[in-house]
């Protein structure tokens, strides 16, 4: 594996780190995803620290290069975090479709119950018994 190579893992995996740091500070990441970022950037680190890794790794694979072997995995662990994206994307999705249409029967029970209502009921103040003749009564009874 290059010189070159293996100062790019270890540039890449110090600005993973980095910016999971950041994120972190401002509370804009889950748990889970940072635990995955963290892990990534350490196996960053590994592969740029030991090149040996790669070696033995590839070797047992199959896998001639050391660097065909560190882009393999970062493509897969890229690959199970989309993977586990689109997961949650889909839940979230199928969860907003759920609540818009409780939403949707929710607004439209409540115009069904307020239209009616309105036209039925008559006022307070012109029903016999209303707050108008409360008043009067409390009045009268002073």
Not at 7 to 27: G, W
Not at 40 to 65: D, T
Not at 71 to 99: C, D, G, H, N, T
Request: proline share 4%; charged share 25%.
């Amino acid at each position: 594996m290059t010189v070159v190579l293996r100062v790019l893992l270890l540039l890449a995996s110090l600005f993973t780190a980095f910016m999971i740091m950041r994120k972190i500070r401002k509370c804009r990441i889950k748990q889970e995803d940072t635990l995955f970022w963290i892990v990534f950037s350490v196996m960053l680190a590994l592969l740029g620290i030991f090149p040996g890794i790669s070696y033995s790794m590839g070797a047992l694979l199959g896998i001639h290069s050391p660097a065909n072997f560190v882009y393999l995995v970062i493509i897969a662990l890229l690959v199970e975090k989309l993977l586990s994206v689109s997961i949650q994307v889909s839940m979230l999705e199928s969860k907003v479709e759920v609540l818009s249409a409780e939403l949707a029967i929710r607004c439209k029970d409540l115009q069904d119950h307020a239209a009616p209502s309105s036209e039925k009921e008559p006022a307070a103040d012109s029903v016999p018994g209303g707050t108008e003749d409360r008043d009067q009564e409390k009045d009268g009874e002073k």
